[in-house]
T-cell receptor, first 112, second 111 residues
Framework: DAMVIQNPRYQVTQFGKPVTLSCSQTLNHNVMYWYQQKSSQAPKLLFHYYDKDFNNEADTPDNFQSRRPNTSFCFLDIRSPGLGDAAMYLC???????????FGSGTRLTVV | DAKTTQPPSMDCAEGRAANLPCNHSTISGNEYVYWYRQIHSQGPQYIIHGLKNNETNEMASLIITEDRKSSTLILPHATLRDTAVYYCIVRVRDSNYQLIWGAGTKLIIKP
């Protein structure tokens, strides 16, 4: 089945140690998104790619970066994770236009 | 800021219809209403969306009032697996990223 896959499902990293989360899709959607979701809160958009065009939300910290080497893959890099970055990170894809998003299962990040 | 208001929680008996309300009184003419749900520890799942007409798919029905200031998501025969947080979201038409999430409704289906 076409889907959005996030790896790993759970990630533990040390305070200040760079970490990369990955997302892949078999849907051939041209838009990919990264969301951060903290406990009991709605997802918060960090940034998105429309094809290769990168769009950063104004309040996304510089500590968060993203790469999209091709249509299928997108990465979230956290350069120096702090305790406040512990959260669920969700990747989503969509076709351009008024279509629903397809979300991955998320990566739960723990910072120790 | 969120453009939707939802009750924080609701209960529904298994097998009955679950009706989840959402207020979006400041919605603009070019904004859609989307519904997603999130089962514990999973990614959100798309349910349905609409602009001004009522919509139905295999999962649910969406009823939008004529003035578009509110809507209701209907799960016709709720099962225990429908227990989740349901998000009513406003999305700017033809925008690739502007999903404006509300706080969601925790729906608990009881046997």
């Amino acid at each position: 089945d076409a889907m959005v896959i996030q790896n790993p499902r759970y990630q533990v990293t040390q305070f200040g140690k760079p970490v990369t989360l990955s997302c892949s899709q078999t849907l051939n959607h041209n838009v990919m998104y990264w969301y951060q979701q903290k406990s009991s809160q709605a997802p918060k958009l960090l940034f998105h790619y429309y094809d290769k065009d990168f769009n950063n939300e104004a309040d996304t910290p510089d500590n968060f970066q993203s790469r999209r080497p091709n249509t299928s893959f997108c990465f979230l890099d956290i350069r120096s994770p702090g305790l406040g970055d512990a959260a669920m990170y969700l990747c989503a894809t969509s076709r351009a236009g008024n279509y629903g998003y397809t979300f991955g299962s998320g990566t739960r990040l723990t910072v120790v | 800021d969120a453009k939707t208001t939802q009750p924080p929680s609701m209960d529904c008996a298994e097998g009955r219809a679950a009706n989840l309300p959402c207020n979006h009184s400041t919605i603009s003419g070019n904004e859609y209403v989307y519904w997603y749900r999130q089962i514990h520890s999973q990614g959100p799942q798309y349910i349905i969306h609409g602009l001004k007409n009522n919509e139905t798919n295999e999962m649910a029905s969406l009823i939008i009032t004529e003035d578009r200031k509110s809507s209701t998501l209907i799960l016709p025969h709720a099962t225990l697996r429908d227990t989740a947080v349901y998000y009513c979201i406003v999305r700017v038409r033809d925008s690739n990223y502007q999903l404006i999430w509300g706080a969601g409704t925790k729906l608990i289906i009881k046997p």
